[in-house]
C-alpha cells in the first residue's frame, strides 16, 4: 500500500516536472512562430502559460499518458533495456500530446484572430507537423534527459522509487 502511494507521488512528480518543461518550450516556440512573442506582455504570456499547463497537465494525467503507456508498453520490444521504453513512451506521448495541443492551440488562435486564412483542417494539421518536428527532438534530448536527471537528484533520493516509464 505504501508503495503504490510512493509511485503514485512520484508519477504526479515526474509528470509536474516534463509538463512543466514542455509546456514552457513549446508555448514560446509557438508564440514565436507565430510573431507573438513580441505584441504579447508578460502578463499575457505567463496567463498563457498556466492556461496551457492546467490543460497539458490534465490531458497527460489522465487520457494521453495513460494511453501512450499502454500502446508503448504492448509492443514487441526488450523492455529490460531502458532506452527503447523511454523512447517507445515518449514517442507515443509526443504524437497524442502534439494531437491534442495543437487542436487547443489551433482553438486559441481562432478565437484571438477569427480571420484565419486557409481551412481549418489545413492549419491543424500544419500546427501538428510544425509541433511535432519541434516536440519530438526537444522531449527526446532536452526536457527528458534534464527531467530525470533533476527527478534522479532530487525525487529519487528522498526514497521514492521511480516510475515504471523512468
Not at 499575457?44 to 499518458?65: K, P, Y
Amino acid at each position: 500500500m505504501i508503495k503504490c502511494r510512493q509511485q503514485k507521488k512520484e508519477q504526479l512528480y515526474f509528470g509536474l516536472m516534463m509538463c512543466s518543461g514542455m509546456v514552457v518550450f513549446m508555448t514560446f516556440y509557438n508564440l514565436y512562430m507565430h510573431g507573438l512573442l513580441e505584441t504579447l506582455s508578460w502578463r499575457n504570456i505567463l496567463v498563457q502559460l498556466i492556461l496551457t499547463f492546467s490543460i497539458a497537465f490534465i490531458l497527460e494525467s489522465f487520457i494521453v499518458g495513460p494511453i501512450a503507456k499502454k500502446i508503448a508498453f504492448s509492443l514487441p520490444y526488450d523492455k529490460s533495456k531502458k532506452l527503447f521504453v523511454i523512447v517507445s513512451v515518449a514517442f507515443f506521448m509526443v504524437c497524442g500530446m502534439v494531437l491534442c495541443m495543437s487542436l487547443y492551440g489551433l482553438g486559441t488562435a481562432y478565437l484571438s484572430n477569427p480571420l484565419m486564412s486557409g481551412s481549418w483542417l489545413e492549419n491543424y494539421y500544419s500546427l501538428v507537423f510544425q509541433n511535432f518536428i519541434f516536440a519530438f527532438p526537444l522531449q527526446l534530448l532536452i526536457v527528458g534527459p534534464i527531467v530525470r536527471f533533476l527527478f534522479q537528484k532530487f525525487v529519487k533520493d528522498k526514497g521514492v522509487v521511480k516510475p515504471d516509464y523512468y
